[in-house]
């Protein structure tokens, strides 16, 4: 990996994902394993902004009425047995979780859909930051992670993906996702990721500045 060609994205870190009160956890899935990789993407998150690597975080978003929800969307509530809104806009189920505020230099990227770059800012702010690698993480897999993995390598990204920092309330989903991830991104664990962002370079000031 190259520090300045390398990004990082952040995604789904919300309450409604993670927090018992939470939407997800209201479906009736148990969102355990979804909680047991916030210490694992707290690692990379932190890992990459030591490596002084772009940090993108990628929030769902649901607009108030249903503006952002087209019909096929909406059958996709329906085939998911799906009842309440995800991430409605202005609710505390939109919010980040406790602990993945983002910094002041980072960016925030909202997704109405799964994938976090196509239909979204996010293709022009990494093109604009000549990112050409990004990592992915958050929750769920089969979803926004799935998603957003196929669109960046079909957009000519290098993807990569730490396994312990992914997560679904399924876990069959869940194992799913990972076998054909592994056909579009490296897949790869939490150390081996954290491992290699330490080992970027330094950018120039910040050598000037330590």
């Known amino acids: 990996m190259r520090r300045s060609a390398t990004a990082l994205l952040v995604s789904g870190l919300q309450n409604d994902f993670f927090d018992t009160k939470g939407v997800l956890a209201a479906t009736g899935s148990d969102i355990s394993a979804v909680q047991a990789i916030v210490p694992a993407v707290e690692r990379v998150l932190g890992a990459a902004r030591d490596a002084g690597c772009l940090i993108v975080h990628v929030h769902e978003r649901t607009l108030e009425g249903g503006m952002s929800d087209s019909p096929a969307w909406r059958a996709q509530y329906e085939l998911n047995g799906w009842q309440d809104t995800f991430a409605a806009e202005g609710t505390w189920g939109e919010e980040p979780l406790d602990?993945?505020?983002?910094?002041?230099?980072?960016?925030?990227?909202e997704r109405y859909r799964p994938g976090a770059i196509y239909d979204t800012r996010a293709s022009v702010l990494l093109r604009s930051a000549g990112v050409d690698r990004v990592v992915v993480a958050g929750a769920e897999t089969h979803r926004t992670i799935l998603a957003t993995a196929i669109q960046a390598a079909c957009l000519d990204y290098e993807v990569v993906v730490p396994e312990g920092a992914v997560a679904s309330a399924d876990p069959v989903r869940h194992a799913a996702a990972i076998a054909v991830l592994r056909s579009w991104a490296h897949v790869v664990d939490v150390d081996g990721v954290v491992e290699e962002l330490a080992r970027l370079p330094r950018s120039t000031h910040e050598i000037l500045e330590g």
């Not at 602990?99 to 990227?109: K, N």
């Open 99 to 109: 602990g993945f505020r983002p910094q002041e230099d980072e960016l925030v990227v």
